[in-house]
């Protein structure tokens, strides 16, 4: 008997042990759930901060650029030189540039990238699409400055042996360069929003009568046209903020034109070459780089901005 009161004893010393540890370690993770949405928040913030002090020193900046220059005659302005003598800060031949290039690499990733994105999604088996995609998506881990080399060194002269009044440096052969950067980008995502269409869709219009090209063009397309056009709108966003590509391939003549053949500055450009230390800091020209980089920053943000809206605006549930 008074072993087995000892030994009942012993079990409820055991048991109590064991509420108290249970009752630590559940207030140890309750203190750890505690801090975890602090901790995730605290990350969160970090990334709006930064966007906050980036805008903070571009703005700051490019005000005390626009104290010197009249922001009308900047965004107006179709002479750049700030170098010379009399300088003027025109904006528009580095806009012109800009979109120029952005639209020749669309005119190249679009109907390449969507075409790419429909085989993979609808034609190709497991095993093509397993070697294709990954093949397609190497384009997106080449370095732009090699692409600009490429550009520089294989493209421009392949473009002047069918086209000799293209000059050494133009902004057609940078664009159609990255145009190739910017098609896996399209591809991919084209292709996961494809893929995220119901087989029973296609069914149901195979079922009807329609031909897998039918199908594929006015059933899935339309279902996935969201996708699409965002990762139309990513792309072009994509291109407007390349830089190695057009600074090496498109030259830095601050010409105000529509003709492709010539050499032509982009934005991005632009930045390269005044921050490679040629602007004394304090100078009108060194508050230039930070007035294009705003207008490339407001750009960027209205594709960005524009991207969420054509999601959100025509996405389908399913």
């Known amino acids: 008997m008074q072993k087995n009161s000892e030994v009942r004893h012993g079990e409820s010393l055991n048991v109590s042990e064991m509420i108290a540890q249970n009752k630590n370690k559940k207030s140890i993770s309750n203190l750890v759930e505690k801090l975890i949405p602090t901790f995730l928040f605290l990350l969160a913030l970090i990334t709006v901060l930064t966007t906050l002090g980036i805008l ?5 900046q490019a005000i005390e650029f626009f ?8 965004f107006t302005g179709t002479v750049l030189k700030p170098l010379s003598q009399n300088p003027e800060f025109g904006i528009l031949p580095l806009i012109s540039g800009t979109l120029i290039s952005t639209f020749i690499a669309m005119l190249v990733a679009g109907p390449i990238g969507l075409m790419s994105a429909v085989y993979l999604s609808e034609y190709a ?19 732009t400055i090699v692409y600009g080399f490429f550009a520089f060194t294989f493209v421009t002269p392949l473009i002047r042996e069918i086209w000799p009044d293209v000059g050494a440096t133009n902004i057609l052969s940078p664009g159609l360069v990255m145009g190739v950067m910017i098609i896996p980008m399209i591809a991919s995502l084209s292709e996961d929003a494809m893929t995220s269409v119901p087989n029973a869709m296609r ?3 195979l079922a009807m009568g329609a031909t897998k090209l039918e199908t594929t063009f006015k059933v899935v397309i339309p279902a ?3 996708g699409i056009i965002a990762s139309f709108v990513l792309g072009i966003s994509r291109a407007i903020g390349e830089t190695m590509i057009v600074t090496i391939a498109s030259g830095s003549s601050k010409n105000f034109t529509f003709d492709i053949t010539q050499s032509m500055q982009t934005m991005t450009a632009y930045i390269v070459e005044v921050s490679g230390g040629e602007a ?15 207008t490339l920053f407001v750009f960027t943000l209205i594709m960005n901005l524009l991207a969420r809206y054509v999601s959100r605006k025509f996405r389908e549930e399913y």
């Open 56 to 60: 903070y020193t571009l703005l700051s």
């Open 203 to 205: 069914e149901g219009s």
């Open 67 to 74: 104290k010197q220059v009249p922001i009308w005659e900047f």
């Open 224 to 226: 996935a046209f969201s």
């Open 125 to 143: 088996s497991d095993n093509v699409r397993r070697v294709l995609k990954p093949m397609l998506e190497i384009l997106a881990g080449i370095p």
């Open 280 to 294: 004394p800091a304090g100078s009108t020209i060194y508050y230039s780089l930070y007035a294009v980089a705003l």
